[in-house]
């Protein structure tokens, strides 16, 4: 194939064997970095529905904050954990995972009570860019801190991201509330705006979780098999296209660090335009909630398969066009977050949080499974070994989009509903009082109104 070298992987050029002086700090095995990867994940699946319960009933403003200030430390305390025992590694690397476990269900929650149904899409596809740019930012980023960089190089890298984190934690809790009746910055008018669009009371946090009524919802199985079988290729090529690319297309350090960062970007871009977009054709009644879904997420299942399939086609001489096969995969994936992502929300109202925790929890299987996969697939890392890395992502994509084009639903479920509140059209800000630090509902006509 073209001028692909008898191993199977792309012989070096000048751009992909420069040298530094630095060298390697740990003598740890591929099976080694694999299981560091998937230690983060044992962590992450544990706390999801806990999280998610937690921030339905309770809030998620304080246990984000605190979830990330967990995280911010323990990052921060890695290469100290690294030169003392690499068992140190995983501990702090599970704790980390624990930590992070709650945030996305927490952030569904605070979400559920925030954003406006027709707003909803583009609100929620700007906070799903969070990690994504934060992947950009630390890849592009890591490279030259590796070679330039403080404490050997690669230290400077936790250190500084774990700074950043702490401050992070500090603007959180000065800006963020649980609800839009506790925050004081915004108008009467906006409370009252988001409060009657919500088909629940942002203020009720008694709750009675349906969990049968859940697990015979169609709809909520097609969230979960599409955040399962989307996030197989989404963590194979956050955790390992970078080695794909050191030990496969053989670039640099630096080059590395830049090429696997812009996957992520073009994921941001397309979600971007997918979220604005989305909310473009629901508002004008193109198409309903339902089907915007299902031909947005469709479509990036079906796409990034198409683009990581055709990856593991390229030559040594087309390095670049392999590249951009995988940042295409990642842009297409990109319109799931006018799909699946959002439809939790769509779909479960109050307990957005639980539902979330649930999906996001079966979906971080494939971040402890994924990194061990493919290092079970690629012991001589050749072109043709990560080709069967390719065929399981794009595999798990099409089996996720049969699933989520057949059983996916655009509205409120009947279990995610406050029967009281469901009934009426109209709510007034005025029906609110604060007694003893809380927003009380004094009206008893008060209502939401379902999109």
């Not at 399962?228 to 660090?257: E, H, Q, R």
């Not at 390095?319 to 929300?345: D, F, K």
């Not at 509140?421 to 927003?439: C, H, L």
Request: proline share 4%; glycine share 10%; charged share 15%.
């Amino acid at each position: 194939m073209g001028n692909d070298h008898v191993n199977g992987t792309c012989p070096g050029s000048s751009e992909s064997i420069e040298v530094t002086n630095q060298h390697a700090e740990f003598d740890w095995d591929k099976d080694t970095r694999a299981n560091i990867l998937s230690a983060f994940f044992y962590g992450y699946i544990i706390t999801q529905i806990p999280g998610g319960w937690i921030a339905d009933r309770f809030g998620g403003r304080r246990i984000i904050g605190a979830a990330l200030l967990i995280g911010g430390i323990c990052t921060i305390l890695t290469p100290i954990c690294a030169r003392t025992s690499v068992i140190l590694v995983y501990v702090v690397r599970a704790i980390n995972g624990l930590a992070s476990g709650v945030c996305f269900p927490a952030m569904s929650s605070v979400w559920g009570r925030w954003a406006p149904p027709l707003e909803r899409t583009k609100l929620m596809a700007l906070y799903y860019l969070g990690p994504p740019s934060g992947s950009v930012i630390t890849l592009a980023s890591s490279g030259y801190l590796c070679e330039y960089g403080f404490d050997n190089g690669w230290g400077s890298i936790f250190y500084i991201t774990g700074g950043v984190t702490l401050l992070w934690v500090l603007l959180w809790f000065i800006l963020i509330r649980d609800t839009p009746l506790e925050h004081p910055w915004i108008t009467d008018a906006e409370k009252n705006y988001i409060c009657k669009t919500i088909p629940f009371n942002v203020e009720n946090k008694k709750l009675n979780v349906p969990w049968l009524a859940m697990a015979k919802s169609l709809p909520l199985y097609a969230c979960l098999f599409a955040e399962v079988c989307g996030a197989w290729m989404g963590y194979t090529i956050l955790t390992s296209i970078p080695d794909f690319m050191k030990s496969v297309l053989k670039f640099n350090i630096k080059s590395n660090g830049v090429f696997s960062a812009l996957p992520n970007l073009c994921f941001i871009v397309i979600a971007l335009i997918a979220g604005q977009s989305a909310d473009w054709i629901r508002a004008r009644k193109i198409l309903s909630t339902k089907a915007t879904r299902k031909v947005y997420q469709c479509s990036a299942f079906i796409g990034s398969s198409c683009c990581i399939v055709a990856a593991g086609f390229t030559t040594c001489d087309q390095r670049y066009v392999t590249v951009a096969c995988i940042c295409l995969a990642m842009a297409c994936s990109g319109l799931s977050r006018a799909g699946y992502a959002v439809n939790i929300v769509d779909i479960s109202g109050k307990y957005a949080g639980i539902v979330m925790g649930i999906t996001n929890m079966c979906g971080n299987i494939p971040g402890i499974l994924s990194p061990i996969a493919v290092g079970k697939l690629t012991p001589n890392d050749t072109r043709e070994e990560w080709r069967n890395v390719f065929y399981v992502c794009a595999g798990c994509n099409i089996i996720g989009a049969l699933i989520f084009g057949l059983l996916s639903s655009g509205s409120v479920q009947p279990w995610a509903t406050d029967e009281q509140t469901i009934e009426s059209s109209t709510k007034n800000i005025d029906s609110y009082k604060k007694i003893d630090g809380n927003w009380i509902n004094i009206s008893s006509s008060a209502d939401k109104n379902d999109y």
